[in-house]
């Protein structure tokens, strides 16, 4: 007999303060607070292994030196914000092999990246701070749309990135917040609004995922504005903050390698 569950995923405006309103930048994030209901986080995040074990998915095996350098973005990010990003579990990296390119998380600190993503977007290391970070957030905080999820042993990308996609409202929310946290990481914030840029000029790549052009559009929009609205301006940054590492390259080359 096939069993048939069911899960209700949602998140509330309302009870997510950082959603609810702008906040301008306090340099404590005091208002930054997610709702928080362990059941449904938990069987959300249970559809990772689902997802991994279902037909036509398979995931890299990443090195302990790999995974290091993953989880060192995680800790630097995570320790620099403690104060909104203080529970979690040690995070889990998947690299999808999938020249298509696409990127997610799910709760308990496990995040999914294509090898297409990596190889044809990650061209520095800032811009991969930039989609880590947003995941962290993501995962951490537990945004995520309320949903009806009916699982039968398995699935596939479009069905699981079907599942953790945001309104658009929320997604600028979470990129404010994002840009912030990289900010406080002492890594360059406005690789995030490249990040943005980049799948607009590449939205046949990104549209399935995003939710279509006049999203991808509007989220760069807005992204804009709050950048105006809070004069904040993209200047010269650190030669040193910029640099990529040793460690990435590597982790690149290995990338490439796949």
């Known amino acids: 007999m096939i069993r048939f569950w069911v899960i209700f995923l949602f998140f509330s405006c309302a009870e997510i303060p950082f959603l609810k309103r702008e906040t301008p930048f306090s340099g404590e994030l005091k208002t930054f607070k997610a709702f928080e209901n362990k059941d449904y986080l938990d069987h959300l ?14 995931a890299v095996k990443l090195p302990k030196k790999q995974y290091k350098y993953l989880n060192g973005i995680f800790q630097k990010v995570v320790s620099n914000n403690e104060q909104i990003l203080s529970h979690y579990k040690k995070p889990s990296f998947y690299i999808i092999k999938s020249q298509r390119p696409f990127y997610f998380s799910l709760p308990n600190s496990q995040f999914f990246f294509s ?12 811009l991969l701070n930039a989609v880590i970070a947003l995941e962290i957030l993501k995962s951490l905080k537990g945004v995520y749309e309320k949903r009806i999820i009916i699982p039968k042993g398995f699935l ?17 929310n979470l990129n404010k917040w994002s840009f912030y946290i990289l900010k406080r990481s002492g890594m360059d914030p406005f690789a995030l609004l ?12 990104f549209d399935p995922y995003s939710g279509g052009m006049r999203d991808q559009t509007r989220e760069e929009y807005l992204f804009k504005n709050f950048l ?31």
């Open 228 to 258: 105006v609205k809070e004069g904040l301006k993209n200047g010269p940054l650190d030669e040193d903050r910029i640099r990529p590492s040793k460690e990435f390259y590597q982790f690149l080359s290995f990338i490439r390698s796949q």
């Open 156 to 172: 596939s990308t479009e069905q699981m990135l079907g599942i953790i996609k945001i309104p658009s409202e929320v997604k600028f």
């Open 45 to 58: 995040a249970s559809l990772g292994q689902i997802y991994l074990s279902s037909q036509n998915i398979s």
């Open 115 to 126: 090898l297409g993503l990596l190889k044809k977007y990650m061209k520095n290391e800032q």
């Open 194 to 205: 490249n990040w943005i840029q980049i799948q607009n000029k590449n939205a046949l790549d």
